[in-house]
């Protein structure tokens, strides 16, 4: 939306704009959020004193309130689990 269009429209028209931004931004945050939980999760695996005694929290705890509808609907593998499945993949 242009400016011009934006302070030319209704109430509904901007805050309907607005909120779909907003949703858009929120959305790309979570995408961000994810790939970057992921990347440490792996980053963690390489070292085999830290998967013995992780202190890291996961980012997706961290901001848990984003989270709070995607938790409840997926199951998140701890990093114990995510190892015993690759050994036995060999």
């Known amino acids: 939306m242009k400016p011009q269009e934006f302070w ?3 109430y509904r028209e901007a805050n309907l704009y607005v909120q779909s931004f907003f949703e ?3 959305d790309n ?10 990347l440490s999760d792996k980053l963690l695996m390489s ?3 830290i998967v013995k005694k992780p202190v890291f929290k ?8 984003l989270f709070e509808k995607d938790v409840e ?6 990093l114990e ?3 015993r499945n690759l050994r036995g993949m060999k």
Do not use: H, M, R, Y
């Open 24 to 26: 858009l931004k929120e």
């Open 58 to 65: 996961k980012l997706i705890k961290v901001f848990g309130k």
């Open 29 to 38: 945050l979570k995408i961000e959020i994810q790939l970057l939980d992921a």
């Open 73 to 78: 609907n997926t199951e998140t593998q701890s």
């Open 47 to 49: 070292d085999p004193q």
């Open 81 to 83: 689990e995510i190892v």
């Open 8 to 10: 030319n429209c209704t």
